[in-house]
């Protein structure tokens, strides 16, 4: 696919443009794509689709000229003629269509991860951003079926505790937040990237910057109330001791 053809179909999508890090240190960023191979599979399951789509047009054809059409009146067997044409012509229509789409969708994956969070932005029909703190991550799980062994690429899955991520484009619900990295041929190295740099946030005692700010101010729009309340507890306990003196 030649970049002008990439960037007008990018533009016609309205695809944003690739993703900010998210937050952390300059320096911890790292970037990871899909691998050449998730673009096989992908590529294969579209060759099957499609496949299916030709087995189908031809079953529907067959099964007309050599029973239904023969008996049919000949208005109803121009109405399903013009049918076949504009299927047909629909369907190879689309076959280039669907087939860059499915080259964009390997191609327009970002997997980024920082010090302190990580961001994945994957999608061109539909674009999906999540970005997860390891302030809230709970576990990381490699996963890898009988094609992905074939073709050597796994799936990394993050899942944190409720709250922990903004999600655009996923609203599942669940209390639990999962990210994906889809495709990827190293997964355990980036997964023992993810846990390394997760137990030296645990270990800086670092949190999520915006809870640590609510409660930063939390605590200080407290303070008065509880100043308040023990001057008011020093009052009572000094006038009950005159009372028994």
């Keep these: 696919m030649t970049e002008r053809l990439k960037s007008i179909l990018l533009r016609w999508l309205k695809v944003p443009p690739e993703p900010e890090a998210p937050a952390g240190s300059s320096g911890s960023v790292k970037t990871f794509r899909a691998s050449p191979n998730f ?43 013009i049918f076949e044409f504009v299927g047909i012509a629909g369907f190879l229509l689309q076959l280039p269509i669907s087939y860059l789409l ?71 619900g669940d209390s639990m937040h999962r990210g994906f990295f889809h495709g990827i041929d190293n997964a355990p190295e980036v997964r023992e990237l993810i846990q390394e740099r997760l137990r030296r946030f645990r270990d800086a005692g670092l949190g999520d910057p915006d809870e640590a700010h609510h409660a930063h101010h939390a605590s200080t729009n407290a303070s008065p109330d509880l100043v308040a309340a023990a001057q008011e507890l020093l009052r009572e306990t000094q006038a009950l001791r005159r009372v028994a003196g």
Aim: hydrophobic fraction near 40%; charge should be positive.
């Design 39 to 81: 673009f096989k599979l992908k590529l294969i399951l579209w060759v099957v689709r499609q496949t299916s789509g030709i087995v189908g047009i031809i079953i529907f054809l067959t099964f007309w000229n050599t029973t239904v059409g023969r008996k049919a009146p000949s208005r109803v067997n121009l109405a399903v003629t």
């Design 102 to 172: 499915v080259r964009l969708d390997y191609e327009m994956r970002w997997y980024i991860v920082t010090d302190r969070s990580l961001r994945i932005r994957t999608g061109v029909w539909s674009v999906s951003e999540t970005t997860l703190t390891f302030a809230n991550i709970q576990q990381t799980a490699v996963g890898q079926g009988p094609l992905q062994r074939l073709l050597g690429i796994y799936d990394l899955e993050v899942t944190t505790a409720g709250g922990g991520g903004g999600h655009h484009g996923d609203s599942t």
